[in-house]
């Protein structure tokens, strides 16, 4: 008797999802390892606590599998762990080399098991970029770099310092002893400024244009960017910016970039702000996404541009969860 196991995804918890994933997942582990149906003794699927909607052993009888022994269980919810997983071994009487299988990221969901993956995310401000980056990193189970608030708390620091932000030198000698630290706690990015954590002062509708015009200046990039590659080089990551695809991490395994329209992106920062107490104008504040998009891609160095390689998301008319389940179905089937 032998066991050979397997896992594989879902982009969301649906019945069909569940079906057409267990019967890939069976009938690639059957093709590989040259299997007959009557040589499997049973199959104990286990999936992640977040699929309720269907038993994949249902799945697999529904897909013939019918003579063998099958049994579901779930996982324990566990801080940290996979989400959206059904892990399986089949037990089987015959004498063979087992052929793991992994489909759909399943492998790279595994730290033990994984290769190490830089995920760019770019796109203008408002285009969905910050939240589908941490669905992803919580998803996979990956670090999420927010490059964006890097450069804000550059601007923060050149602001406070009373520096003129336009004028390159000004910021350079602002920026002189800056000490930039990223934090995580809990998982949660914390940008901390010479000790202090100003995650939420980066935040400010103020430092947003000021964000955009510190990050013109080549010294302010070249010192940014190195911080964001050397970063990426010690962990899976998923970073979120302007230019990840094209300047920081040109040869990321993976690479999106979404746009939305100015309407539909100054409405989200709209929502986002206004959330947070802050009074906005919807018009200024949609100028002013229209503006810095200017600013950002008109600059010299690494503006904001899609990478050749990159896949384009228009996510003006989608919810969130669609954009997440997009971008994870493009990754799913390269991995
Ligand atoms: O993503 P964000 O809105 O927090 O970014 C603030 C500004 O920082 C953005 O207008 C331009 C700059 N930025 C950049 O130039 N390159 C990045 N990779 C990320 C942000």
């Known amino acids: 008797m ?4 397997g896992a594989t995804t879902i982009p969301q918890d649906d019945k069909e999802e569940i079906r057409k994933a267990v019967a890939e997942l069976l009938d690639q582990i059957a093709n590989k390892n040259m299997l007959l149906k009557d040589e499997i003794v049973s199959i104990v699927f286990s999936s992640t606590s977040d699929i309720h909607s269907y038993y994949p052993a249902k799945a697999a009888r529904v897909a013939g599998y019918e003579g ?3 049994f579901s269980s779930q996982e324990p919810d566990i801080e940290g762990g996979l989400s959206l997983c059904i892990r399986v071994m089949l037990f089987v009487e015959k004498n063979l080399d087992p052929r793991h299988v992994y489909l759909r990221g399943a492998k790279c969901l595994r730290k033990d098991i994984a290769k190490k993956i830089n995920v760019a995310i770019d796109g203008p401000a408002g285009s969905g970029k910050s ?3 941490k669905a992803l990193a919580r998803d996979y189970n990956i670090l999420y770099l927010d490059t964006g608030a890097m450069y804000r708390a550059c601007a923060l620091r050149a602001l406070k310092e009373g520096a003129n932000i336009e004028d390159e030198r000004e910021v350079v000698d602002a920026l002189r ?4 630290d990223i934090e995580y706690r809990d998982g949660v990015q914390h940008t901390m400024l010479g000790g202090e954590d100003v995650s ?4 400010e509708p103020q430092v947003s244009m000021a964000a955009s015009t510190v990050s013109k200046h080549a010294s302010v990039r070249m010192r940014m960017a190195e911080k964001q590659r050397e970063i990426a080089s010690k962990m899976s990551c998923v970073l979120d910016g302007r230019d990840i695809g094209t300047f920081v991490l040109p040869d990321a395994d993976f690479k999106f970039f979404l746009t939305a329209s100015p309407e539909v992106r100054a409405k989200r920062r709209y929502d986002e702000l206004t959330a947070k107490g802050y009074t906005v104008d919807f018009e200024e504040l949609k100028r002013e996404i229209v503006k810095r998009d200017e600013q950002d891609a008109g600059r010299a160095l690494a503006p904001l541009k899609q990478a050749e390689d990159a ?3 228009d996510t003006s008319d989608m919810t969130i969860g669609e954009v997440v389940a997009a ?6 089937e390269r991995i």
């Open 131 to 133: 939240t589908v980056a």
């Open 327 to 332: 971008v994870k179905k493009q990754m799913q």
């Open 2 to 5: 032998i066991v050979i196991r």
């Open 200 to 203: 939420e002062k980066i935040r």
């Open 177 to 180: 002893d800056m000490e930039l």
């Open 68 to 70: 063998c022994a099958l």
């Open 311 to 313: 896949v384009l998301v």
